[in-house]
């Protein structure tokens, strides 16, 4: 019983996300994933590193800067990429603090946001225990490119906040904040 109900929501599933593409391709429109993704490429594109539904909010130490919504954000929403120096050339260890590795098809790429540019990526804080976004590697014009989407609804005046990965020994600030 257990395996025809996996069949049937695993059949739904690619039912749904084929009719949504052969309809919506069929009329010109695109399915909510497909809008999400042209929306963090059109940003990427126009260079949009500081939206305005984002502002930066300096928090005192410890934690510094980070960014907050100005606005009610939706589940699987675009909010915002990290802007920086893409490169193949694996980056100082010592001087890595805004720097994001990505791995795509065997080869790293590192974008190096170290330069104060005013995006609001480099600014988003670290929360392993309850992030509210997700990375995602997306290709544009060839090039990688880290963009962040909502993991749940984020209401105006909520941090934006992301699980770096890692442990205590990489991210010593997790040691100050234990739970």
Known sequence: ??????????FWIILELGGCQARNSFEGKLCPWQQRLAAAKAAIRRS???PEYLRVVDFGRPKGR????NTYIARGEYVTYYN??????EPDIDDNTYTFQIIHRSTRFW????????????LIND???????????????????VSFF???SILAGEEIHY???GSENFLPWRKQDVI
């Open 1 to 10: 019983m257990r395996r025809l109900a996996i069949y049937l929501i695993t």
């Open 66 to 69: 980070g960014i907050v919504a």
């Open 127 to 145: 929360e392993w225990r309850i992030p509210n976004i997700r990375s995602r590697t997306i290709f544009v014009d060839g090039e990688p490119h």
């Open 111 to 122: 974008v190096d946001a170290s330069d104060e540019d005013g995006s609001y990526g480099r």
């Open 84 to 89: 920086g120096i893409r490169d193949l050339i």
């Open 150 to 152: 909502a993991l749940r």
């Open 48 to 50: 949009d590193i500081s």
């Open 163 to 165: 699980d770096y990965g």
